[in-house]
């Protein structure tokens, strides 16, 4: 059988302008994999708790002190809990609840020649970690943009970078998706 990739349309709830990208993904992959995909596709650095619902089911990384009722991502594909057409949602940290909608937008044939997963397209730049969920990302982006705010310059210390949130290249997230194979 010929090998399938999941084309995913991955786009950040609750901000605007809209944050998104779009991925081809192995079938294969089990959603511990697309997580990672996700995480570096959309710009988040991994280091806080997350799940996938997929048919009012929870999948993630299981931790009994938490007493979430999360199904193993280890132990389920992409391919066996999706399909064309499928939405899913993926909600990464879980105190600043940043809430993507995962759309399969297609299930092709893999190109023998490329090497997948792959950013094929995006958007916008991701909002910085932790600053503090959508309305955080409201209040910063009001802050950074006005060189009158009284908290432009303590937004700019703290995010302590560059930032532009125009900016969005799907070349370097394919680079750093490579990583993964």
Known sequence: MARRVFQLRVTLDD??????????????????RVHRVIQLAMGWEDCHLHSFE?????YGEPDPDEGLPLLDELDYRL?????????MCYVYDFGAWWEHEV???DVRAADPLTRYPVCVAGER?????????????????????DPAHPRH???????GRPYDPAEFHADRVTTLLRRLT
């Open 15 to 32: 901000v605007a302008p809209l944050v998104w990208r779009q991925v081809l993904v192995p079938a294969a992959y089990t959603l511990d």
């Open 79 to 87: 391919d066996e809990v999706a399909g064309p057409g499928a939405r």
């Open 153 to 159: 310059i303590a937004m700019w210390d703290w995010i």
């Open 103 to 105: 759309a399969v937008e």
């Open 54 to 58: 997929i048919d009012g089911v929870q």
């Open 125 to 145: 730049a991701c909002p910085p970690e932790d600053v503090g969920g959508p309305e955080g990302y409201a209040e910063f982006m009001t802050a950074i943009g």
